[in-house]
């Protein structure tokens, strides 16, 4: 295929997601995986794609931007990975089609972009969504991921030139305006199979599913635990289950944490109990207390923890998957 690729990661939010309002953090910057975070996830499965340019990541608003720059470590993929940016929306309240709009028209007709929903894990594989452009058609605009029965994958492929269909001004949305609209001008658009589980980041519980499946990474064991090496955790320390230990992270004498993940700076206290939680960064839960499926977001677990949804009775059954 000679058409230059470039992907859109569609990472904008209409209103606040628990995870901005309990820790001041984008989604795309939560931790994930063996190391990296949610981006580093979607920058290595679109990074198999052959022939991808650039890759951009589009949130709200500077602030933003900040934020998930301030929790990569791009260095380990500047050698090997496509371009990179991370930007804010040009323009409020475009939509998504209004959005990938404007942030592919510097990019030469002949480009094809791929359009990914991207508070969810990736699929095991996007490779299908370009197999049809190498088959030659030059009536195809667009392809849709689909997977299991037929549920769209949030993923998508597009010609450049299809993407100018959407208007330049206003709100336009891509599955309830801008696929409509590709349909109604007698642009060609297909559908792609596509493998895997859909895994969307919406609350403490799907977080904490997400984390447990990438930590899993397809290996039949017991125990999943990443530790940063700039972490301090005490030899007389339990971590159980599933467990993410960021940056500066202090995890006292005695103290338990099961299946959770404790953020930059974080600190539970010795003889402390943490379950199925996440720790913002710089909170304190505090020493012999025990905390369960919360959101723990201020200077003290005792006073400052949020509640996590109620509990669902298939969590740990998804879990044990």
Known sequence: MTQPLSAVLLAGRIRSAPFDEGFGLHVLGLPLGPRGTLLDTWVAALSKL??????????NTAADVESVQASQSLEEHSDVQPDLRIVAEPAPWRGAA?????????????????A??????????LQSLMTPFRHGEAQLAGVVGIFADSQPAG???????????APPIGYYDMKEQFLPALARHDKKVVTAQLTGELCRLSDLDSYLIAVRKSLANGEARQSWVRISPRASVSGSAVLDGFCVVEDGAVIEDGAVVH??????????GGGAVVSECVAAPLAVVEPRSRVVRQYITGPSARQTTRAASPVKPAFHNQLAR
Do not use: M, Q, W
Request: hydrophobic share 45%; glycine share 6%.
């Open 50 to 59: 052959n022939g991808l340019r650039e890759i951009k990541a589009v949130v």
């Open 98 to 114: 209004g959005i990938l709009r404007d942030v592919t028209r510097h990019l030469p007709e002949t480009a094809i972009v791929i």
């Open 116 to 125: 990914c929903e991207a508070k969810r894990l990736p699929l095991t594989t």
């Open 155 to 165: 993923v998508y492929a597009f010609r450049r030139t299809a993407i100018d269909l």
């Open 259 to 268: 299946d959770s993940v404790i953020l930059r700076g974080a600190t539970v």
